[in-house]
């Protein structure tokens, strides 16, 4: 089963910053909702950003005004530019693309991720 590449994770200092990409395959990529996911240690996997086909964003308040989504159809890939980082972000980072109206059921399987790890 076709599964994202996320890269870009690493290691920073509070408010510091990082850019994630997530390679994803397919002709569907152009034309899908992306959405960028993360999951810290004990707790359940959570949405954190959404670009339509479109280019219409959507944030989870928490990363609001901090965090940016953006993709590049040419290059079947999606970025999260993360910027004044917190340690509460730290979490693995997963890309995938929900199923229209749907929050559970997603067209790729899930990648392994990228850790992001915010401590001083």
């Known amino acids: 089963q076709v599964q994202p590449v996320e890269s870009g994770g690493g290691l920073v200092q509070p408010g510091g910053s990082l850019r994630l990409s997530c390679a994803a395959s397919?002709?569907?990529?152009?034309?899908?909702?992306m959405g960028w996911y993360r999951q810290a240690p004990g707790k359940q996997r959570e949405l954190i950003a959404l670009i339509t086909r479109g280019d219409n964003t959507n944030y989870r308040d928490s990363v609001k005004g901090r965090f940016t989504i953006s993709r590049d159809n040419a290059k079947n890939t999606v970025y999260l530019q993360m910027n004044s980082l917190k340690p509460e972000d730290t979490a693995v980072y997963y890309c995938?693309?929900?199923?229209?109206?749907?929050?559970?059921?997603?067209?790729?399987?899930w990648g392994q991720g990228t850790q992001v790890t915010v401590s001083s």
């Open positions: 397919g002709s569907i990529f152009s034309t899908n909702t």
């Open positions: 995938n693309s929900p199923l229209p109206g749907s929050s559970t059921r997603y067209f790729y399987a």
